[in-house]
């Protein structure tokens, strides 16, 4: 009788254990923990030359889940991916885009956006802000893209957290059309400061800092 009320507690406290989404690009990848389909960064075995993460357990988003007490529910991140549909080289990235992988999330209670870097070093145009009617053609520029990507999240997932974390370093256009769309749709921006880099991508150092930094924010 003990062992079963025993069970019965643990049971009863995992389905209290909020559970955490992510949405990202490189930074958030590791092999064997997005879809299999996606591009990853941060491989088995890595590559000393671009990261010294080598377990998942130095990502900023395992760490966010483990520390937090909180329950992993989807990691879909693309190595590559941008917010928009433009792509590096110009290129038509809609298959990849956040809003293409927005509905593959699962029941989070928490989702955490970690997107734009490759918006800002792919060069893509931001156009202009836009909220109502917008078209696929309005899609490869980022404002119209962010705001349909915010839109759909909040429709999407009703009644969930959502933020918006926001890397360093990126084009000044994108960080402030960011903040403007995110305070438009009442999402919270999480914006990162002194994330030590190798190869452009945080390394275990790095992935500590954003680790301490999005938890402080949504705890």
């Known amino acids: 009788m003990v062992a079963l009320l025993l069970l019965c507690a643990i049971g009863a406290q995992a389905q209290n254990r ?4 992510i949405l990202g690009d ?17 491989n088995v075995p890595r590559d000393a030359k671009r990261t010294d993460v080598e377990r998942v357990s130095q990502t900023w988003w395992w ?15 693309y ?9 590096y ?3 038509d990235y809609s298959d990849r885009s956040f809003i293409t992988r927005l509905p593959r999330l699962g029941s989070p209670d928490i989702l955490l956006v970690f997107g734009n ?5 792919c060069g893509a145009q931001v156009g202009e802000y836009k909220y109502d009617n917008i078209k696929r ?28 974390i926001q890397n360093t370093e990126l084009r000044k256009e994108i960080v402030e059309s960011s903040k403007v769309i995110c305070e438009h749709y009442g999402i919270p921006v999480i914006e990162l400061k002194d994330i030590e ?23």
């Open 117 to 121: 870097t490759n918006d800002s070093w």
């Open 26 to 42: 490189s930074y958030s990848t590791f092999k064997g923990f997005i879809p299999d389909s996606n591009e990853v960064w941060y």
């Open 197 to 219: 880099k190798q190869a452009g991508h945080p390394n275990i150092k790095g992935m500590k800092a954003i680790a301490e930094q999005v938890l402080k924010a949504i705890k």
């Open 18 to 21: 909020q559970r955490v989404s």
């Open 79 to 87: 190595s590559g991916a941008t917010i928009c549909y433009t792509g």
């Open 63 to 77: 760490q966010v889940v483990s520390e937090g007490g909180y329950l992993l529910e989807r990691n879909d991140s």
């Open 89 to 91: 080289r110009d290129e």
């Open 137 to 164: 053609g309005d899609l490869y520029y980022y404002r119209p893209a962010l705001a349909r990507l915010l839109s759909d999240a909040k429709e999407r997932y009703p009644n969930v957290k959502i933020y918006f």
